[in-house]
């Protein structure tokens, strides 16, 4: 599809943005009258308003100089560009990443060294045993979600909102997680900003083959999402029946034609209860209790209908039943699937290089009276904390939040407008679609704090057998409950889990 111009006027405006922003930090008087989002991410200000106003945003930070000092971070090494990257190659992230780390350094004068990277587990038994020992080995901490849940109630990690210069009331600092899932007992212990890109590539969304959609008459996906009609039930009726044996020899595989590609483990499962507005557990502030939302009218429902579309919809396949390993998006990419989940970065990353004619799209909500589309970004995205053993909390605190503004302003509009926009998403409706997932990505307690032992793996077995939904909860309810007051404890009253 022929680009609008409206699109290329987006492109102008960032790249006139990069030329005459001549400083990040004296673009504007103040930020006062910047409007604050409420409820969700900072990808509404990202993605929509990041091109035309990169420049009017700014931080308060008086002029600070560190005297040299290193600057020394560890990350997970799937993710370790959110922090570093080592020179400029011509790509345009890559070198946007880089120029901040230069000019952050510069303004700071401070040393920013090579990030250390280590898949999850051995960066979290890294920073275990070296905040045991005392060593002040790492300023920072890029660590896997689902893995700093758990390491948090050990009692590794300082508490941010003790740390100088961080202001969580600016848009580059995630809304939901500061407002909701990260802040109890005035604590934050782990944060999300604009400096994690890994936060934008891995929200959950949906893509859709056009060429598809329209030999097979599928009504307009893009309306249908604009008047709210894009629904789990929709998605479950327009996939059915569209399973062709194309290389004929009576198995379901990847080389087949489906109307739907996903899987059924706790991440995906739990992007699908979210997007329905479906919460698994909430924190009573009062009685420092948790409340398990699951067992519900509602919670069944979705059970059921995800089992329907996962695992008795006959247009669909469930890439964990294949017996060779593969992605959705690699299916997808064989042109012969109507949908497939993925995450936002696989639109760049790998769809970029195929002929296809695609879309994207949000996940689908619960039913029609669901006023707006939600996600979440998948639990192996990196949050940041600081390990207790640090020496300069003033400088951490500097550091991230000019990091964070500086990624607000000029690194996320090359990541949305450059990187998605020309390499991977290939309309201009699928460029608002994006905008909408960016805008309803949600952070809740219960999905921050799961620490492999909260809801997102216990999903797998509510879907599998809705029949015993109930029964599962309950049984569930205990261990997950459990889990969740040892956080409050380590929240309220400093109990350090064992």
Partial sequence: MKRSNTFWVRICALLLTCLFCISLFGCADNNDNQEKPSGSDTAENTASAGNETACE?????????????????????????????????????????????????DRLNIKIMETVPQFYNELSTTVYNSVRAGSHDFDLVFGQMETTGADIIKGLFLNWSEINYVDFSNPWYTRSLIDGAATINEKIYAIVSDMSISYAEQAWMMVFNKKFAENNKIEDLYTMVRNKEWTLEKLNILSNDLYQDLNHDDLRDDQDQYGLVTKTDGCMLSAFFYASDQRFATVNTEDKTITTNLNSEKGLKISEMLHALTLKNSGSLNVNTLTNSKEPYEIFGNGNTLFATLQAQFFYKNLRASDLSYGALPLPKYDTVQESYYTVVDAGCSVITIPTTVQNTDMIGAVVESMSAYSYQKVMPIYIDVCLTAKGIKDEESVE??????????????????????????????????????????????????????????YYKGVIAQ
């Fill in 57 to 105: 945003t700014t931080t308060d930070l008086p002029r600070l100089d560190f005297g040299g000092a290193e600057f020394r971070t560890i990350s997970q090494e799937s993710t370790a560009y959110d922090i570093w990257v080592e020179k400029q190659t011509g790509d345009p992230l890559n070198d946007a990443i880089y120029q901040r780390n230069l000019d952050i350094a």
């Fill in 433 to 490: 679609m994006f905008d909408l997932v960016m805008r309803g990505r949600v952070m809740d307690f219960a999905y921050l704090y799961d620490g492999w032992s909260g809801w997102i793996f216990r999903t797998v077995d509510l879907v599998a057998k809705p029949g015993s939904f109930t029964s599962t909860v309950k049984r569930s309810e205990r261990k997950a409950s459990s889990h969740y007051l040892k956080v409050l404890e380590y």
